[in-house]
């Protein structure tokens, strides 16, 4: 290769970077407001010390977007999502958001002390190829809220053997912050599906039968309290059949 053809590639690089951060710059940026019920307890809500880091090779435009109230924000609503009263939720010293190199989507590490989410570059890059600006941008407050509800949620320490619930509740956080398009429902699966199959249907639990019950639910995950969550304890405090319960919900779909 040239000077010249090296100079006029990275010029053309540099534009397109240029024009993707300049449409990036017109999208609405307003994260969906969420209706709380007023607790000025909640006023004094500490949020964590948060920490962005970009540890990719790739550029991420989307990534401008993301700064410190932005992700207080979020912290703050996921926190009063899962909780009703701001003296049980947990308050993180320290969130650090970090967006590399990496296969998959995101993943979360850490504990109450400290948490960190990782958000994979390349998955970020590959949905902006078939989706508008505004559509990445949304998706990325979708990942950040799913996340970030790992961080504050309750897991009974016990994933490896109740990690559909987890997914599922976190899920139904994103989908509580504006971020799930529900045209996504369909039929099939099961309630322990995980993901957005369970989270939909806790979902239409919630709104149809059962008030509160994310909250509820949320708490039976406290391991500190020595009862081993299942579903059947769920559907033994909830005083319903689950698979009653599913046949009803698919059927509405």
Do not use: C
């Not at 053809?5 to 540099?14: G, S």
């Not at 950040?144 to 956080?173: C, F, S």
């Not at 806790?202 to 406290?222: G, I």
């Amino acid at each position: 290769m040239t000077i010249k053809t090296a100079i006029t590639t990275l010029a053309v690089a540099v534009g397109l970077l240029a024009h993707s951060a300049s449409a990036l710059e017109n999208i609405n940026t307003d994260i969906k407001p969420i209706q709380f019920d007023a607790d000025i307890a909640w006023q004094n809500f500490s949020l964590p010390n948060v920490q962005i880091r970009n540890f990719s090779k790739e550029a991420v435009p989307v990534w401008q977007h993301v700064n410190v109230d932005l992700i207080k924000q979020i912290s703050y609503n996921v926190a009063r999502i899962l909780y009703s009263q701001k003296h049980r939720a947990p308050q993180l010293p320290l969130l650090e958001i970090i967006v590399e190199d990496m296969k998959g989507v995101a993943y979360k590490e850490g504990d109450f002390n400290g948490a960190k989410i990782h958000i994979s570059a390349q998955y970020l890059n590959k949905f902006a190829e078939n989706h508008s600006e505004q559509a990445l941008y949304d998706e990325l407050i979708g990942v950040l809220y799913h996340e970030i509800a790992h961080a504050y949620q309750l897991d009974d320490h016990n994933y490896k053997e109740i990690g559909p619930i987890i997914e599922g509740i976190a899920d139904v956080v994103r989908m509580k912050g504006g971020y799930v398009d529900f045209a996504h429902r369909k039929t099939g699966g099961n309630y322990d599906s995980g993901y957005k199959t369970t989270a939909f249907f806790l979902h239409w639990l919630e709104q149809n039968h059962h008030p509160n019950l994310l909250v509820e639910l949320n708490a039976q995950l406290d391991p500190s309290d020595n009862k081993k969550w299942t579903w059947q304890t769920f559907s033994s405090e909830l005083e319903i059949s689950l698979d009653t319960a599913w046949s009803d919900y698919q059927s509405k779909l």
